[in-house]
């Protein structure tokens, strides 16, 4: 059974930083795609950031860039996104999600909220 479980969601300040892990176990993540998704409180899903088990090819959406960091550390499963310089408007609860072609498998979020 697959199981992604995220951590390091919290509360921070406008300004600030969080970094957010995504723990993987269950099977071998060489050839997947882990990317990272939010949520905010009546929207819907969308994505943020991804990178392929390389490490080699990182993509990012336009509110993401310059602000946040997605990196993978292949050897304890696990990836990370460093988020910079948070807004407000970055509150949400945020997932981790692995798949090849699509995204098949997904965790159960961590709430990440920024005061303004």
């Known amino acids: 059974q697959v199981q992604l479980v995220e951590s390091g969601g919290g509360l921070v300040q406008a300004g600030g930083s969080l970094r957010l892990s995504c723990a993987a176990s269950?099977?071998?993540?060489?050839?997947?795609?882990m990317g990272w998704f939010r949520q905010a409180p009546g929207k819907a899903r969308e994505f943020v950031a991804s990178?392929?088990?390389?490490?080699?090819?990182?993509s990012y959406s336009d509110s993401a860039k310059g602000r946040f960091t997605i990196s993978g550390d292949n050897a304890k499963n696990t990836v990370y996104l460093q988020m910079n310089s948070l807004k407000p408007e970055d509150t949400a609860v945020y997932y981790c999600?692995?798949?090849?072609?699509?995204?098949?498998?997904w965790g159960q979020g961590t709430q990440v909220s920024v005061s303004s």
């Open positions: 999600a692995a798949g090849i072609r699509s995204y098949n498998y």
């Open positions: 269950g099977r071998t993540f060489s050839n997947y795609v």
């Open positions: 990178i392929d088990r390389n490490g080699s090819s990182a």
